[in-house]
């Protein structure tokens, strides 16, 4: 099956409100991560805790806790619109004497007292992309007491290339046409995506890698920009025409939470990142691959590139970035080469790890005003600059 959405990138902005009762029903139907997150509440919160659930939704997590023995349950949401829901289902469960509702982005909450135990739920299908890591080391320092605890507490992100039928089905319209018209020059826009999608345990052509290991909550915080590099050993011939990321949760001391292939399926699937040309590949192939994500809020990038080596010659590659999807006005398609030398120059200078990319976006566009027709440009203009500099 074929989750046809790219991964939820959520804004600083509200997500519109006529959206969340769908996205949270997929959240609240999916029973595996509803009885991991219970399980491993119940096992790590005491009766008479201070808890807070930071990024609640309707609150699952916060009831939870409750159902837990929590004394107090501080429920954290920037979507405005899900506070009355939080607030209904409190009362309706016979928890609104514990269950205090603030409003806002986690960073801009204060609370009025420390809590012991932080819960949250701010994972998408490649584990990092909804910003877990950030919100939490920020939240963890200020919301919890000293050896508070984090349910989940550790996240790990796993990748292997894949011969994907969910790719494959998803690809038929760009590769076969539609109804006499050949979409083939498309190709690249399509594979400027993530994917989501269900991959079989056959469906890998090698070992996964692990591309990332994190304590949530835990500082100094990792830069926004990440770039992980692996081989991987094809074990099988096939045709590579994705990579597959997957993750898994450390929820409470002996309780993992994966979203691997093989285990059974869940909301989140699997990530996909597709190829536009999917390559022939022979067992005792080597698969060398890049994957670099500037996880800025305002403007998250992914970039995947990789090549077969047969025989220790390359025999194909692939090279896609999210930023083929991104609109650039046309009268600004080609900016001025020395123009983006003097910019690459302002942006190194300006990188300092915490610096987001939105930010970055408007130093370039005060700097050279006149230069940047609208913030999106001066964004995916920062956006090349950091995927050539990387
Ligand atoms: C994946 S949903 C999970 C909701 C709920 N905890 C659950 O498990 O069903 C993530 C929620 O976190 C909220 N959120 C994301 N980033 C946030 C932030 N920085 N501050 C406050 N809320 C945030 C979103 O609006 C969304 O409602």
């Given at each position: 099956?074929?989750f046809p ?6 804004k ?13 029903s ?15 509440i ?5 009766p ?18 409750c159902?837990?023995?929590a ?31 603030r ?29 877990a890591?950030h ?6 320092a ?9 349910v ?9 290339p ?5 790719v ?5 319209p760009?590769t ?8 083939s ?6 594979a400027?995506?993530?994917?989501a999608?269900?991959v ?8 996964p ?10 500082s ?17 011939d ?14 409470a001391p002996?309780?993992?939470f994966?979203?691997?292939p ?9 990530a996909?990142?597709?190829?536009a040309?999917?390559?022939?590949v022979?067992s005792?192939?080597r ?10 809020p305002a ?9 077969v ?6 025999c ?6 999210t ?19 003097e ?8 990188i ?5 990319i ?5 130093h370039?566009?005060?700097k050279?005003a ?6 999106e440009?001066?964004?995916s ?10």
């Amino acid at each position: 099956m074929f989750f046809p959405r790219p991964i939820a990138q959520e804004k600083d902005d509200a997500i519109d409100p006529l959206i969340l009762p769908v996205m949270h029903s997929h959240l609240l139907g999916d029973r595996r991560r509803a009885e991991a997150f219970q399980s491993a509440i119940a096992r790590t919160v005491r009766p008479g805790d201070v808890v807070v659930d930071v990024g609640s939704g309707t609150g699952i997590l916060a009831l939870f806790a409750c159902q837990a023995g929590a004394a107090r349950v501080y429920a954290i949401e920037r979507q405005r619109s899900l506070v009355p829901v939080i607030e209904r289902l409190a009362r309706a469960n016979g928890y609104a004497d514990r269950l205090v509702v603030r409003t806002g982005e986690a960073c801009d909450v204060e609370l009025p007292e420390r809590a012991d135990v932080l819960v949250s739920e701010l994972i998408g299908q490649f584990g990092v992309d909804e910003g877990a890591v950030h919100i939490l080391a920020d939240a963890a320092a200020r919301f919890l007491r000293p050896g508070g605890r984090l349910v989940p507490a550790t996240l790990d992100v796993f990748v292997t290339p894949v011969e994907s039928s969910a790719v494959r089905d998803a690809a038929e319209p760009w590769t076969a046409g539609v109804l006499g018209l050949d979409l083939s020059a498309a190709r690249p826009w399509f594979a400027s995506a993530l994917h989501a999608g269900l991959v079989s345990r056959e469906e890998l052509l090698g070992q996964p890698r692990t591309m990332l290991s994190v304590t949530l909550g835990a500082s100094p915080v990792p830069p926004r920009t990440w770039i992980a590099e692996a081989e991987v050993d094809l074990e099988r011939d096939g045709t590579l025409n994705a990579l597959a990321g997957w993750f898994s949760l450390g929820m409470a001391p002996g309780l993992v939470f994966s979203t691997a292939p093989g285990e059974p399926a869940t909301h989140w699937y699997q990530a996909l990142l597709p190829l536009a040309e999917p390559l022939t590949v022979r067992s005792g192939d080597r698969l060398r691959f890049t994957i670099a994500a500037m996880l800025d809020p305002a403007a998250p990038v992914w970039s995947w590139r990789g090549h077969v080596e047969r025989g220790g010659r390359s025999c194909g590659g692939f090279e896609h970035s999210t930023l083929e999807a991104v609109a650039v006005p046309p009268s600004s398609a080609t900016p001025d080469p020395t123009w983006r030398i003097e910019a690459a120059r302002e942006i190194t200078t300006a990188i300092d790890g915490r610096t987001t990319i939105a930010a970055l976006a408007d130093h370039l566009a005060a700097k050279f005003a006149g230069r940047y027709p609208s913030r999106e440009r001066a964004l995916s203009e920062v956006a090349a600059i950091l995927e050539a500099l990387a």
